[in-house]
């Protein structure tokens, strides 16, 4: 399944219907383009990708839950970054300080499960700096920055909170050529790094050299989509939107030439399914007493295998969060034990956090399910229901115990 998925989008303003049911979808480590003319309902079609503005009807589906009626701040939390077209800096703030404020507002680290300590927050800010070619200017007010600067800037504080998706909104509006390739590459990079990219954008000659598929919208419909290359050959794309000026200054020739099939581990990476999910037994009476499914055999290489380092702990990461949270639900409880149970001891960094969890219910399933997939490291003590002091007490000696 794609990392986002956008499913007949209906947008109506009074008597007019500005988008007429918009599809499109990205996948991990690949660069999406959308583009239309003005009035097409492309921007309301991507502000609805975003969370900005609540569709008519349709879906948005990102990392396997709905996230359609989310606001942005949820979204974000759940791995999705934005990128505004205007200029979103902390202005009376330095370059440095505009990176460390972000991270010391970061609930947790979505790669680590906590949060970041304040020389993780000073080593982060370092390496985001140097990414980015800002080193130079990390003392400078953000104010006194050029457009370049500042466009790299946001960048960077988006890559600092560990999306898996960054939605791009104008990237290659206002900024000198020079930087227009930097930034290029940059989003190549972290597309190369298995982090999902959509990027909507009036300059087509950058959004074509630096996307693997395009949609065009026209007239609130999705009316042809594929690589840039099928694209610029595409009758129904150069009568709606390109022209024949692509043709005329060789443009079709640069993709002729362009090879897009990227060697090994900078190939887009694809999220492999999971195993056929195992038949559980019927739960009994009480809810508190979990029935375990048969373990799942996980696929060649892991499930996240084909992903690049740190966007595949991340969104392990993410997968894991989520299937602790459906512990607390008895709707979802069977879900949840299926996705932990094929992590098997990979789950169980996620499961002693839920054991410092304020929910009761969840503190005892989770150790329940913590006693099954550590049941190698032998008997395991814990009393969920525990004054604060000790129940933290005891998660600390899990941890040692359990190396985790």
Same mark, same amino acid.
């Given at each position: 399944?794609?990392l =986002?998925?956008?499913n007949?989008?209906?947008?109506?303003?009074?008597?007019?219907?500005?988008?007429?049911g918009?599809?499109?979808?990205?996948? !991990?480590?690949?660069?999406?383009?959308l583009?239309?003319p003005n009035?097409a309902?492309?921007?309301t079609?991507?502000?609805?990708?975003?969370?900005? +503005?609540?569709?008519n009807?349709?879906? *948005?589906?990102?990392?396997n &839950?709905? *996230?359609t009626?989310?606001p942005?701040?949820?979204?974000?939390r759940?791995?999705m970054g934005?990128?505004?077209?205007? !200029?979103? *800096?902390?202005r009376?703030?330095?370059v440095?300080?505009?990176?460390?404020?972000? =991270?010391e507002? =970061?609930?947790?680290?979505?790669?680590?499960?906590?949060? #970041?300590? $304040?020389? &993780? $927050?000073?080593?982060?800010t370092?390496?985001?700096?140097?990414?980015?070619?800002?080193?130079?200017v $990390?003392?400078?007010?953000?104010a006194?920055?050029?457009?370049g600067?500042?466009?790299?800037?946001?960048?960077a504080r /988006?890559?600092? /909170?560990?999306?898996l998706?960054?939605?791009?909104?104008? !990237?290659?509006?206002?900024?000198?050529?020079i930087?227009t390739?930097?930034i290029r590459?940059?989003?190549?990079?972290l597309?190369?790094s298995?982090?999902?990219?959509?990027?909507?954008?009036?300059n087509v000659?950058?959004?074509?050299?630096?996307a693997?598929r395009?949609?065009?919208?026209t007239?609130?419909?999705?009316?042809?989509?594929?690589? !840039?290359?099928e694209?610029?050959n595409?009758e129904?794309?150069?009568?709606a939107?390109l022209?024949?000026?692509?043709?005329? %200054?060789?443009?079709t020739?640069?993709?002729a030439s362009?090879?897009?099939?990227?060697?090994?581990?900078t190939?887009?990476?694809?999220v492999?399914a999971?195993?056929?999910?195992?038949? =559980?037994?019927?739960?009994?009476?009480?809810?508190?007493?979990?029935?375990?499914?048969?373990h799942t055999?996980?696929?060649?290489?892991?499930l996240l295998?084909? #992903?690049g380092?740190?966007?595949g702990?991340?969104?392990?990461?993410e997968?894991?969060? *989520?299937?602790v949270?459906q512990?607390?639900?008895d709707?979802?409880?069977?879900?949840?034990?299926?996705?932990?149970n094929n992590?098997?001891?990979?789950a +169980?960094?996620?499961l002693?956090?839920?054991? &410092? $969890?304020? %929910?009761?219910?969840?503190?005892r399933?989770a150790?329940?399910f913590l006693?099954?997939?550590?049941?190698?490291h032998?008997p395991?003590?814990?009393?969920? %229901?525990?004054?604060?002091?000790?129940?933290?007490?005891q998660?600390a000696y899990?941890?040692v115990?359990?190396?985790a």
């Amino acid at each position: 399944m794609s990392l =986002l998925e956008v499913n007949g989008l209906q947008k109506i303003y009074g008597r007019r219907k500005v988008v007429k049911g918009v599809s499109f979808d990205v996948n !991990p480590g690949e660069v999406v383009g959308l583009l239309g003319p003005n009035g097409a309902g492309k921007t309301t079609s991507f502000r609805m990708a975003t969370g900005q +503005i609540v569709p008519n009807a349709g879906t *948005v589906t990102f990392n396997n &839950e709905d *996230v359609t009626q989310l606001p942005m701040f949820q979204r974000a939390r759940r791995g999705m970054g934005y990128l505004s077209q205007e !200029p979103s *800096v902390f202005r009376k703030l330095s370059v440095e300080k505009n990176l460390l404020a972000i =991270l010391e507002a =970061l609930p947790r680290s979505r790669s680590l499960g906590r949060k #970041l300590t $304040r020389t &993780e $927050r000073w080593d982060r800010t370092d390496e985001a700096l140097k990414r980015f070619k800002l080193d130079h200017v $990390r003392k400078n007010i953000a104010a006194r920055c050029s457009g370049g600067e500042k466009r790299r800037l946001e960048i960077a504080r /988006c890559l600092v /909170c560990e999306p898996l998706l960054i939605l791009l909104d104008e !990237p290659f509006a206002a900024v000198d050529p020079i930087t227009t390739e930097d930034i290029r590459k940059n989003i190549r990079e972290l597309a190369d790094s298995g982090i999902g990219i959509l990027i909507t954008d009036h300059n087509v000659r950058e959004v074509f050299r630096t996307a693997d598929r395009v949609y065009l919208i026209t007239d609130g419909l999705v009316v042809t989509k594929g690589t !840039p290359h099928e694209l610029v050959n595409d009758e129904i794309a150069i009568k709606a939107y390109l022209g024949r000026s692509f043709e005329e %200054d060789g443009f079709t020739r640069h993709f002729a030439s362009r090879n897009r099939v990227l060697d090994g581990d900078t190939a887009p990476a694809q999220v492999l399914a999971p195993a056929a999910t195992a038949t =559980l037994a019927e739960p009994e009476a009480e809810p508190d007493v979990l029935r375990f499914p048969s373990h799942t055999p996980l696929p060649s290489g892991g499930l996240l295998a084909p #992903l690049g380092g740190t966007a595949g702990a991340i969104l392990e990461a993410e997968r894991l969060r *989520v299937a602790v949270e459906q512990l607390m639900d008895d709707r979802t409880l069977r879900a949840g034990m299926v996705e932990l149970n094929n992590r098997g001891e990979r789950a +169980i960094p996620a499961l002693l956090e839920a054991l &410092e $969890r304020r %929910d009761a219910v969840l503190r005892r399933r989770a150790f329940e399910f913590l006693k099954h997939v550590a049941r190698t490291h032998g008997p395991l003590e814990f009393d969920p %229901d525990a004054p604060d002091d000790i129940r933290l007490r005891q998660v600390a000696y899990l941890r040692v115990k359990l190396r985790a």
